[in-house]
């Protein structure tokens, strides 16, 4: 991705002891949304929210531990296009160890997928909410400019909090003949495949 489509921008260095962190960076493709979320705790709230990762006390968070709260993460973030829901799926995790979270320097970063239905061309509006610790949360909510020439972002609405953004959207249509490509390229592969048997056989005979 380039970088994020211009709006309200805050840095996470900058954010208060006493508040978790929730930014939340928001990819659209003509097919799938990634959204790149990465939480930070204040030293603060650290251990509020250690304890809700490291539920054995151990002082290490496990594999276990660590999907247990992503998964936790995951079920708090809400996406709609065009006002029907979207299933929300897991694709990646990073855990900071104890000692850096409780300095306030260790964001742990989820990547989250949701795939879209087959659209038309034309506006789309896609939805993304976060409630996860509205406690102790701050957001921050933006759009990446896209990477498929498609897909063309034309607004951005958040509310007071950030926790909720809807990110305005034109899909354009494919261009003509792009399914001509593949096609050939089985075509292709289909012949070789014919030959290379037909070669085969005549070996034998």
Do not use: C
């Not at 790149?36 to 151990?58: K, N, Q």
Request: overall charge neutral.
């Amino acid at each position: 991705m380039a970088g994020l489509i211009a709006g309200t921008a805050s840095t996470a260095s900058a954010h208060r002891r006493d508040e978790y962190l929730q930014a939340a960076r928001i990819a659209v493709g003509p097919d799938r949304v990634r959204i790149e979320l990465d939480l930070t705790p204040g030293m603060a709230v650290a251990d509020a929210v250690i304890g809700g990762i490291d539920t054995d006390r151990s002082g290490v968070i496990s594999p276990a531990e660590a999907q247990a709260y992503a998964a936790i993460v995951r079920q708090a973030v809400r996406l709609d296009l065009d006002a029907a829901p979207l299933a929300v799926y897991l694709s990646a995790t990073t855990f900071p160890d104890v000692a850096a979270m409780r300095s306030g320097e260790g964001p742990i970063r989820l990547t989250l997928t949701g795939v879209l239905p087959p659209l038309a061309a034309g506006r789309h509006a896609l939805r993304y909410r976060n409630a996860h610790r509205a406690d102790i949360g701050v957001y921050l909510a933006n759009a990446l400019v896209p990477d498929d020439p498609r897909v063309a972002i034309t607004g951005q609405r958040r509310d007071l909090t950030q926790r909720e953004l809807i990110v305005d959207y034109d899909l354009h249509p494919s261009p003509p003949g792009s399914g001509l490509v593949p096609f050939a390229a089985s075509v292709t592969v289909a012949v070789l495949v014919l030959a290379a048997l037909a070669w085969r056989r005549r070996r034998i005979a």
